[in-house]
């Protein structure tokens, strides 16, 4: 069994290829053990554990064809990308610090506001300069209490950090997406503002672990 052990979520690959998502705090529980794991908590489970970066460029390597490509996942607490040319890894980042590009935060304010993705109203001529997390909220807090419909807010907020993904990556022409953002739809509308944007589905690391 294979698993990438996320912050929030885990992405599970059965010893049958079935593909499961359970709670991590679920796994955490039950001290699950898995012959194969990545992910930041995946060191615990794992018989063998490999970085996330080098399972995102495996499973990468087995659904992109092309020969030069960048592939982003986005995951709770952490945004990470590779550059491949002629089907090696050019360049490489990491952001583990900062929460302006991370789905944890948009998560959060999802579920305070009650605001499906396909809901926000995204723009990119409105897009919000968001450079940090905490204060990207407190901003997104103060304009709905000045009158800013939530829907709005939450869509300036998810198009400025599709901005900060899309100039993390290095501004590519085309971006193949992995993780839980590759079914958020107003994420992927605002990308598209700035790249084309290929989505991978959330098991890409599974796939490099494989």
């Known amino acids: 069994m294979l698993g990438d052990i996320g912050t929030t979520w885990a992405k599970i690959k059965d010893e049958e290829g079935n593909y499961h998502i359970l709670p991590t705090k679920q ?3 039950e001290k699950w053990i898995f012959r194969k794991a990545t992910g930041h908590l995946g060191k615990k489970f794992a018989g063998d554990y490999f970085n996330e ?36 890894v050019q360049k490489l980042d990491w952001n583990q610090s ?15 506001y009650e605001i499906k993705p396909e809901q926000m109203l995204v723009s990119k001529e ?21 009158g800013e419909k939530p829907e709005e807010a939450l869509g300036r907020f998810i ?18 997406l992995s993780g839980g953002f590759c079914e958020n739809e107003a994420f992927i509308k605002a990308l598209g503002f700035y790249t084309q944007v290929v989505t991978l589905g959330r098991f890409v690391l599974l796939e490099g672990l494989s």
């Not at 080098?54 to 590779?82: C, H, M, Q």
């Not at 900062?98 to 305070?112: D, H, M, P, R, W």
């Not at 940090?132 to 709905?144: H, N, R, Y």
Request: include cysteine; aromatic fraction near 12%.
């Open 98 to 112: 900062c929460g302006a590009s991370t789905g944890f935060t948009l998560e959060l304010l999802s579920k305070y």
């Open 53 to 88: 970066l080098e399972a995102l460029g495996y499973g990468a390597l087995k659904k992109i064809p092309e020969n030069e490509f960048t592939v982003v996942d986005i995951g709770s607490r952490d945004t990470k990308f590779l550059k491949f040319r002629e089907r090696k």
């Open 159 to 176: 198009s400025g950090i599709a901005y900060n993904v899309f100039e993390f990556a290095l501004k590519p022409e085309k971006i193949y």
């Open 27 to 29: 796994i955490l529980k």
């Open 126 to 146: 409105k897009a919000a300069p968001i450079t940090c997390a905490v204060f990207g909220m407190e901003k997104i807090f103060d304009s709905i209490i000045r």
